[in-house]
């Protein structure tokens, strides 16, 4: 999920981006309880864990968001997931997301920011151009 710093987020922000993708704007820019269940929601739609054997794993940072939510604690019982928090301040140790998929991510991003910025000499990467650049990434 992307997330913007309003409150609405303008479909066009999608497009060319990852299919399945979803965004959400918020004041600040960062997650809240809402987005976070939101995306949670997503999350349920997509992967389907309640039709599956095995409990499915969810890992996440020690954000409030997702550590002191009630709603998605429910949600996470009731649909066969397990979620796993990480303590805050030292996901960059202990996630393995930061160092097996992020850290690739990061770079493949930063590769095709660059390549854009060359190709469209003086201009800046917008909102418009996120999803689709995240996507080459």
Known sequence: MFIYPRVRVRKEFLDRGPVGAIAR???TGWITEDLFTQWFQHFLD??????????TL?????????TCNLRIIE?????????IAFPSH??????????AIFKSLKWNYDKEVNGW???H???????REIAELFQCA
């Open 25 to 27: 704007g918020s004041k």
């Open 46 to 55: 997509c992967v389907q864990p309640q039709h599956r054997v095995q409990p």
């Open 58 to 66: 969810l890992l996440a940072d020690g954000h409030a968001s997702h």
């Open 75 to 83: 949600m996470a019982r009731e649909n066969n997931v397990i979620l």
């Open 90 to 99: 030292c996901s960059h140790k202990l996630q393995p997301w930061d160092v």
């Open 117 to 119: 910025l060359k190709k």
């Open 121 to 127: 000499f003086g201009r800046i990467v917008r909102e």
